[in-house]
């Protein structure tokens, strides 16, 4: 059973930058895409962006437009963690960010849909102000 614990949100005014860990245990990443989702109060959930273990070191990574040119996914330093660097945030970026994984099964191109992930984390807040 794999475990996905996020880290790192908080109060951060427009503009600031916040960085975001998924440290996952009770199984190694190999080939499994790692994503972030968020939801904001009375707003679905929604993917945020997404990447895949593969050859190594070479990875497929996804982002939605919302965040593109924004936010970094990346391999943290330490073993089974992935983060997500956010900068330039805005208020519409206030949500509940969740860390998902999928069981590895698959290769190529992350997926960007929530029911293709089969372990969550328990979420950690980001709310940004003006």
């Known amino acids: 059973q794999v475990q996905l614990v996020e880290s790192g949100g908080g109060l951060v005014q427009a503009g600031g930058s916040l960085k975001l860990s998924c440290v996952a245990s009770?199984?190694?990443?190999?080939?499994?895409?790692v994503a972030w989702f968020r939801q904001a109060p009375g707003k679905e959930r929604e993917f945020v962006a997404a990447l895949r273990w593969s050859l190594g070191s070479v990875y497929f990574v996804e982002y939605a437009d919302s965040g593109k040119g924004r936010f970094t996914i990346s391999k943290g330093n330490a073993e089974n963690t992935v983060s997500l660097r956010m900068n330039s945030l805005k208020l519409e970026d206030t949500a509940a960010y969740y860390c998902?994984?999928?069981?590895?099964?698959?290769?190529?191109?992350?997926?960007?849909?929530?029911?293709?992930?089969?372990?969550w984390g328990q979420g950690t807040q980001v709310t940004v102000s003006s």
């Open positions: 009770g199984r190694t990443f190999s080939n499994n895409a």
């Open positions: 998902a994984a999928d069981q590895g099964r698959d290769n190529g191109e992350p997926p960007i849909h929530d029911y293709a992930y089969d372990y």
